[in-house]
């Protein structure tokens, strides 16, 4: 399923381009563009270590502990706090 959602981004990507007259997005907004690739390298690992925490709770056994599960809930909400203040917004 990965391959199919990575050729439809990479579809969409080129029409977004095509469409707008751009070779690579923003480049239209330069200041955006470059906003965003300097804020990358430092959200992008939040959002592995979100998934990597979705992963574990969804893995906990219905039996656990529910401080566990708490814990690893805040962890999780601290992911989507990092991740909206990186990219300065909440939704």
């Known amino acids: 399923i990965f391959a ?25 907004w330069p200041v955006l563009q470059v906003s965003i690739n300097r804020r990358n390298p430092y959200v992008d690992p939040l959002n592995f270590i979100q998934v990597a925490l979705l992963r574990e709770l969804r893995n906990l056994p219905e039996d ?4 566990q599960r708490e814990a690893i809930l805040r962890e999780v909400l601290a992911t989507i706090n990092g991740i909206a203040a990186g990219m300065k917004t909440t939704g």
């Open 4 to 28: 199919a959602m990575r050729e439809e981004h990479q579809r969409a990507y080129d029409y977004i381009c095509q469409i707008t007259g751009q070779k690579a997005l923003l480049d239209n």
């Open 64 to 67: 656990s502990h529910h401080d």
